[in-house]
């Protein structure tokens, strides 16, 4: 019955993506910040693979897609290392797309840039907080002067101290230090996807209203727009090539608490960016 079911959703996930040409270099997917590495898991709250349905929806035509499983305890440095480590093992002398999100976007930049990895052809990014997040303010904020809400994460066993990645992602951070320290690389195409979302359009899970709120607190965001936890104008590096209504967790397939499904438009946007790497020669 089990084996029906994902049969069932197989069949589904490929009839809506339709991907016929397979890439000519592998993908790899980088995750963001998640207590569970390959899985989304935030705090005790396990969702299931982090890239949810992406791997088999990818690989239909027949392109490698592999996952790098990285810590989340750690800086952004260190994630780097584990990610240039998993491409010099898994891929040696081959060169890879990566398909980065959120947190998972700085690692491969740093990764590229700062460590020189050998491996990276084109990096894309999704939801990824290039110019720093509001929300990594608010939660170092948090952390520093142990405020109700840093107690309460606690009790739900999320520990904002443990998340040494936080203060890399403050807005000044990301601005005057890690970008002019991680410049692009001349030999790697850079390319990314912008997304917001709202509650008022039925676009943003229930899940994160919270951190809406915190996000939208801090008065800069233009036009008041972000995916939940990233402002929208923070997202864009290299080459935009889509702006989508998604919120952070439907930018991995991830639709829990929406009241509305959002799949169709989730695995359009990966469809987006596989067809611009085949379009690119990549």
Avoid: C
Avoid at 61 to 81: C, N, Q, S, W, Y
Avoid at 104 to 125: M, Q, W
Wanted: hydrophobic residues 40%; positive net charge.
């Amino acid at each position: 019955m089990i084996f029906l079911i994902q049969l069932f959703f197989s069949i589904l996930v490929f009839a809506q993506g339709e991907l016929t040409t397979p890439l000519k270099h592998p993908i790899v997917l980088v995750h963001g910040a998640t207590y569970g590495g390959a899985s989304l898991k935030i705090g005790f709250l396990n969702f299931g693979d982090y890239f949810e349905k992406i791997p088999a929806f990818l690989s239909q035509a027949g392109t490698t897609v592999k996952i790098a499983d990285l810590p989340t305890d750690v800086g952004i440095g260190e994630r780097a290392a584990v990610l240039q480590s998993f491409l010099k093992s898994e891929f040696k002398n081959t060169k890879v797309n990566i398909i980065a999100h959120s947190l998972g976007g700085l690692d491969a930049r740093y990764a590229a840039t700062v460590l020189r990895s050998p491996n990276i052809l084109s990096i894309t990014t999704i939801g990824t907080p290039h110019r720093g997040t509001p929300l990594a303010d608010w939660g170092v904020n948090q952390m520093k002067n142990e405020g109700l809400w840093y107690y309460f994460f606690l009790l739900l066993g999320y520990d904002l101290k443990g998340r040494r990645f936080l203060p890399e992602l403050a807005t000044e951070y990301m601005q005057k230090t890690f970008n002019p320290k991680v410049p692009n690389r001349a030999d790697i195409q850079y390319f990314s996807v912008r997304t917001k979302a709202s509650f008022k359009k039925k676009s943003m899970s229930r899940l994160l209203w919270f951190t809406s709120r915190w996000v939208e607190s801090d008065g800069s965001i233009k036009n008041g727009e972000h995916d939940g936890l990233v402002p929208f104008e923070s997202q864009g590096w290299g080459k935009i090539l889509l702006n989508m209504e998604l919120d952070h967790l439907a930018q991995m397939n991830h639709h829990e608490w929406r009241g509305k499904n959002f799949e169709k438009e989730s695995l359009a946007m990966y469809k987006g960016i596989y067809t611009n790497l085949l379009d690119s020669g990549l």
